[in-house]
């Protein structure tokens, strides 16, 4: 079979075996498969992420001077089946998988180990105790999306967002976009965007934002104008000491703030802030420029080491929540719910590429600008996204 293969910072179409599925495990004709932002930083920085996997106990990540065939956000249809394999996966059923399966004695992350390659090819292996049909004849090119989409999705519901709060999204690529979708479809009354593109930011209003700023010219947090949040120390006690003026009034005051702490209306509102950017300094500069007491979930992966002012965070009692990745029951969650059209991610498709327009689009998604999600399909001649 053709595949993209990823050496040395370089990218290659070349001929490699036909996989042959195990036990359990499906050979798929790969349909569509996404360019994520970790491919992008993968294919140049493979060894700053070797060590950061080595750091939480997985050594089998890709390296810079090992080939290895990414694509981990792939759809594709049945072509062969694995000893034990259930009937609903017949040859030529259209299928979505998580990017994990079993290979050398372990499990590995297919598309970013060499021991697993992934769905920047015409095949590639997956679990069938982790793969999914697609329902409603839902088109191949949304089905591709479904494992960035659990991302979002995982995210929005470690934030614990609700529907009244208000959402700030820092960063408008892929990771933010997906998120603004989500937060839309739980139909949260205000998600302001910031990024620094004018493209993106009307790609985030497409999404569902309610309102975009540049951060150069405007503050996310200004701008969500939420009623009751506090942005420095002396409101705060402010608060504090005109509240307890006015409860000590009352015999029993203790129950009602004890009422009002059971409620989440003791202390200031907040908003929910998603860092969607991974680039060193950022969730500094939220610390430092969000009200008090503000949730921050870190969706964005910094690859690099970082610095921050802990007393800051300290002092603003800062509710930081870092994510990464999704569960099984998220991943089939986001399918179904792309499928039945409660999550509409129309907006992020920009491109699509065959396997000789790989490199082409690596490089216009390096610039940032142009496109949000480029899509292989391998059967395509497109060399341009």
């Known amino acids: 079979m053709k595949a993209v293969s990823c050496a040395h910072g370089a990218l290659s179409v070349v001929d490699l075996p036909d996989p042959q599925p195990a036990k359990g495990q499906l050979l798929l004709d790969v349909r569509r498969c996404g360019i994520c932002g970790s491919d992008l930083h993968a294919k140049d920085h493979a060894d700053e992420l070797t060590d950061v996997m080595t750091a939480v106990g997985y050594p089998d990540f890709m390296r810079s ?68 049909v697609v329902p409603n004849g839902l088109d191949l090119d949304t089905a591709a999306l479904t494992e960035p989409m659990a991302v979002a999705l995982h995210a929005v ?39 620094f593109s004018a493209t993106r930011r009307a790609l985030a209003t497409r999404c569902g934002a309610h309102v975009v700023v540049d ?78 007491q503000s949730r921050v979930v870190v969706a964005g992966v910094c690859m690099g080491a970082d610095r921050l002012h802990p007393a800051t965070a300290n002092g603003k009692e800062i509710d930081l929540r870092f994510v990464f990745g999704y569960t099984p029951l998220e991943f089939r969650d986001t399918l179904h719910m792309l499928a039945e059209g409660e999550l509409d ?41």
Not at 166 to 194: D, E, F, T
Not at 239 to 260: D, F, I, N, T
């Open 345 to 385: 991610a129309s907006a992020l498709i920009t491109g699509t590429v065959g396997l000789d327009g790989v490199a082409a689009a690596f490089d216009v998604l390096g610039s940032a600008e142009a496109h949000a999600k480029i899509l292989i399909d391998p059967r395509s001649t497109a060399v341009a996204p």
């Open 215 to 292: 951060p150069a010219i405007d503050s996310p947090y200004e701008a969500g104008g939420q009623r009751g949040a506090i942005t420095a120390a002396p409101e705060l006690y402010e608060l504090g000491v005109g509240s307890m003026e006015k409860l000590r009034r009352v015999p029993g005051w203790q129950h009602l703030y004890r009422a009002a702490e059971a409620l989440g209306a003791a202390g200031p509102k907040r908003p929910i802030v998603f860092e969607c950017v991974g680039v060193p300094g950022v969730i500094d500069d939220i610390i430092g420029a969000a009200p008090l």
């Open 157 to 195: 519901r470690r934030s614990e967002i609700r529907k009244r709060d208000v959402a700030i999204v820092i960063g408008c690529g892929p990771v933010g976009l997906a998120v603004i979708c989500h937060l839309k479809a739980l139909g949260v009354h205000k998600i302001v965007a910031s990024d």
């Open 65 to 132: 001077d090992t080939p290895v065939v990414m694509g981990h956000e792939f759809c594709g249809e049945v072509a062969e089946r694995g000893r034990g394999v259930g009937r609903q996966f017949k040859v030529g059923t259209p299928v979505v998988s998580f990017p994990l399966v079993r290979a050398n004695g372990a499990v590995h992350m297919t598309g970013l180990s060499p021991l697993a390659p992934g769905g920047f090819a015409e095949q590639v292996l997956a679990e069938a105790s982790m793969s999914f």
